[in-house]
């Protein structure tokens, strides 16, 4: 298969800094699109990936899957796209397309695996796929997607990932008037979950340790703030919550957060903490509790967020970035030093020499 080089950034090994190489790019077979990558978002798992905290990274590893971009070459059997269209690709370029799950739009639960957008098993070169760390992709028409031309094209970039994550079980769970909804933790993905379920139209609630979020928690449509840590305030919020979604990737007591749940109250977990969480049984089996978890989203699905994002004017809260600066922005996303979403200006890469 031809090939093109281009310039990416990304790691040798676990512990090596990211900095500027070439990889190989597929030349465009006939049902892909070509993406210049204008932006392209810095999640938890890009370092989770490139330190190899969940184990199973190949190096050389390129992380990005929240990537927004133009498109500058279409294959001759493209009918979605044309040369010059906006578009976004997520955490996903491909999957089996024929299990129970691709059939029903659920490729993010492909029963065969899906291939993720980087470190992935590349089916067309025979290595791992790359991500948006670099200045084109090259990706089947039909894990591409639309974005709305009224939203910021830079604060949509984490929408594709931060925005996708809290949108499906929100969507799942019939979150919307009428319902009292909990988001625990505010970060690249509870800051999105508290946009999104305000515009669905539920009752928002914040949890979070930090009183120092109270303010910031407010601005981006909470209203009312618990915190975590006050036992007063968390027994007087007991049993008042139809749904929580916790966006918490740290340790924490989840026992605590079932317990604001009514009954037949349901907790969905996005944050995805290294080690178990303890789930004591009555904290479930009194109220007939659920726990669940949930991933991004479909490829229909998450067109539908982006849609939903473009007519109610949702995007992230970013901080723009230099490629140059990606080693430092990890540093400092471990220490929840960002509100709420890097996000990295492409045009510093290309640039570059």
Known sequence: MNTHTVKAFG????????????????????????????YCGVCHSD????????????????????????????????TKFKVGDLAAVGCMVDSCRECESCKEGLEQYCENGMTGTYNAPDKHLGIQTFGGYSERVVVDQD?????????????????????ITTYSPLKHWNVGPGKKVGIVGIGGLGHMGVKLAKAMGAHVVVITTSASKTEDAKRL???????????????NNAGTLHFILDCVSAQHDINAYLSLLKRDGQLTLVG??????????????????????SMIGGIAETQEMLDFCGKHNITSDIELIPIQDINNAYERMLKGDVKYRFVIDMASLKNNS
């Open 47 to 78: 370092i989770h990936t490139a330190r190899n905290e969940w184990p199973g990274t190949i190096y050389p590893n390129v992380p990005g899957h929240e990537i927004v971009g133009r498109i500058t070459k279409v294959g001759s059997s493209v």
């Open 11 to 38: 790691t040798e090994a676990p512990e090596a800094d990211l900095k500027q190489m070439s990889i190989e790019r597929r030349e465009a077979t006939a049902k892909d699109v070509e993406i210049d990558v204008l």
């Open 272 to 293: 995805a903490p290294e080690e178990p969480l303890p789930v004591a049984p009555f904290s479930l089996i009194p109220g007939r509790k659920s726990f669940s978890g």
């Open 221 to 235: 449509g909470a209203d009312e703030v618990i915190l975590s840590n006050d036992a007063e305030q968390m027994k």
């Open 143 to 163: 894990f591409v997607l639309r974005v709305p031309e009224n939203l910021d094209l830079a604060a949509a970039a984490p929408l594709l990932c931060a925005g």
